[in-house]
Structure formats: C-alpha cells, structure tokens
C-alpha cells in the first residue's frame, strides 16, 4: 500500500470515529466531547433549526435537548473524499427522541437527514470546518405501548464512560 493510501485510509478512519463521537455527543449531551468534533471557528448550519458555530450548536442542543427523555442517533452511508489536509463527507442521519406529551403521553420525534461537512486537518486533529444538514423528513407522533424503561443516563454517568475509560486506562 502506497503512503498516500495508507494517508487516505487513516483519514477517512479518523473523520469516520469523529461523526460517531458527534452521536455519541448528542445522545449524552456530552458538550465537551460535541466541541472536539468541530473547529472552533467551523459555521454549522442546520437549516431552519439552527445557524452559528459548530460550538454554539452543541450549547444549543445542551439547552434544547435536556427535556427529552432519550434520544438516538444514527449514521449511515457515509462517503468520505479526501486531499491532502482536506476532505468532504455526506452522512446519512436518523434520529429518534423521546418527549414527555400532554397527559403523560410519550411522543416520539423522527428526523432523517444528511450531514454535509467540510473537513480539515489542524495540529493532527480532523474536525468539522464547516457543516450543513438537509433535512430529507421529520415527524412527530405518540409512542404506543413502551414495553421497557429507558436505561443508562444521558450524561457522563452512564456506563458507557467506565467501560471505554478503563479499556483507555489499559491501552494507556
């Protein structure tokens, strides 16, 4: 394999592990692991839902996502370009969350979507340049029968951070 090669695969590798932190930041309201995803100075623009930075996005979602009761996003169809110290990606999206409704009711909110992203690699590090998502649907719609309760926290508590963390302290 060429170091060119070698070069593109590590790239599209490291961009790849960074869309899934963003998942893993929006589901865990885990600001700080949001902000490593993007440059600071990166223009996110999300439509209709939100326009500023990268890190401004992340501060909304904090406000704007702490009411829901559980959320879940997923990418797909991830196709990734790269030259050099830059690169561009389509991200297929789908999220689920879950908001409490009038009378106890359990709604549901869908959005499917795509990431549109310019990437840039800074000090070592690829992030988010400059970001912008197209919304392809959404909906809103009462749950049905939930037939368990949600588990983990969407926060730093859940267990997710002690298993990666000690699989981190052992590689370390």
Known sequence: MSE?????????QAITERLNDYCRAMDRIDDLLGY??????APADYGEIFKGT?????????QSHTGMLATNHK???????????????????TMHGRIPGEGGAVMEVSSIGRYLDRWEKRDGEWRIAHRRYLTTMDETRQVGTIMSPTEGSRDRRDPSYDLLGAIEQETA
């Open 54 to 62: 990268g890190h401004g996005f992340i501060d909304w979602v904090h």
């Open 4 to 12: 060119k090669a070698l070069a593109e695969l590590l790239a599209k």
């Open 36 to 41: 490593s995803v993007f440059h600071p100075d």
């Open 75 to 93: 990418i797909s169809n991830i196709s990734i370009k790269v030259d050099g110290d830059n690169a561009a990606s389509e991200t297929y999206v």
